[in-house]
């Protein structure tokens, strides 16, 4: 009998290894601190290597690195993929192993954070997640829309919007419950915010003027890490001249804290800018607003999309009577 047979043999699975299983077929990859934090929040990192050393050893899971001194990725392998047809209701055709890390590593991690951000602080009474399925697992319901009772995914594919992640969420407050879909976009600062515009924020704006009484509560949120990113994003939004209570904003350092879901964190572009008819072009303007006056909102207590697209016209008059300048200067970032 071989080494590695012998190694193999010698694990045994825990519930918690199963669990682990799990999240990286959800997930493609996660790193080391990513499945510290799920499943191994009071382990020293020394403790949770060497546990993922004897699943990688098993053949349960696969590790891969960027270089010698980087933190390993990993991802389900032969193994794994039978304990989750063995341990859950996944067919062989549902599974899908990676072969290559993601080619926009950070981006990917980072997304997979706010998974983790997501499933385990959205687990109260009063917020509860119901569901988030990132970029690679909406793939697979985009080819097979039947799969899941989600009409929301229907109108995405027919608007060609992949977002970053897919999530909802049932809030309940005061004997009513209410459910709000969240298109997640992370932007990692890397293109140019004209064409996160393009890209994202217009055809948004499109999918729900057009069809905001079949879409239920959908709102889109967007995580950047800096503020002065968050500011450019806010600006370009309101290019589009969206529907007012649609696009949203935060850093995701924010969803860090537990019960973020009730903490005012997320801003609307329509609080720091109005977009004002000059001619035959729109320039976006920004409202007169104190540092320590910076609105800010809480997941749940987002308020109703309004439906159609806010006149200018009147808002055109005022801007330009007073004088207001269309761009913000450095010294001039709200205080977030």
């Known amino acids: 009998m071989s080494n590695s047979k012998s190694n193999e043999e010698a694990v045994l699975l825990t519930e918690r290894d199963v669990r682990i299983i799990q999240k990286l077929h959800a997930a ?60 859950t209701l996944c067919t062989e055709e549902d599974i899908s192993i990676p072969t290559q890390l993601p080619r926009k590593l950070k981006h990917f991690v980072a997304v997979n954070d706010l998974r983790l951000y997501f499933e385990e602080h959205l687990c109260g009474a009063e917020v509860t997640l119901l569901y988030f399925f990132s970029e690679r697992e909406l793939a697979r319901y985009y080819e097979h829309p039947e799969l899941l009772s989600e009409s929301t995914i229907v109108y995405l594919k027919r608007y060609k919007i992949i977002p970053d992640a897919l999530a909802k969420v049932r809030i309940t407050s005061q004997g009513a419950v209410r459910e709000l879909t969240l298109a997640i976009e992370y932007d990692a600062g890397t293109e140019q915010a004209s064409f996160f515009g393009r890209t994202k924020i217009k055809k948004y704006a499109a999918l729900c003027e ?23 994003l806010m600006r370009q939004t309101m290019f589009y001249e969206p529907p007012r209570h649609l696009f949203y904003f935060a850093s995701p350092e924010k969803l860090q804290r537990p019960q973020w879901a009730k903490a005012d964190i997320f801003l609307e572009p329509w609080d720091f800018f109005v977009p004002v008819q000059r001619g035959n072009h729109i320039e976006v303007c920004e409202r007169d607003l104190e540092p320590e006056d910076v609105p800010q909102h809480a997941l749940v207590a987002l308020p109703a999309i309004s439906p159609r697209r806010v006149s200018t016209r009147r808002e055109s008059d005022e801007y330009i009577s007073h004088g207001y300048h269309s761009t913000y200067e450095p010294n001039d970032l709200p205080v977030i």
């Open 28 to 87: 493609g990859w996660l790193t080391t601190q990513q499945i510290r934090d799920y499943f191994f929040p009071d382990k020293s990192t020394n403790a949770v290597c060497k546990r993922l050393r004897k699943l990688v050893t098993g053949g349960y899971i696969a590790i891969a690195r960027t270089s010698s001194t980087e933190s390993g990725l990993y991802r389900v392998a032969g193994k794994g993929k039978i304990t989750l047809i063995e341990h």
């Open 210 to 232: 057009q069809n905001y009484e079949h879409l239920g509560e959908f709102k889109v949120i967007t995580f950047a890490e800096s503020v002065r990113r968050l500011v450019s």
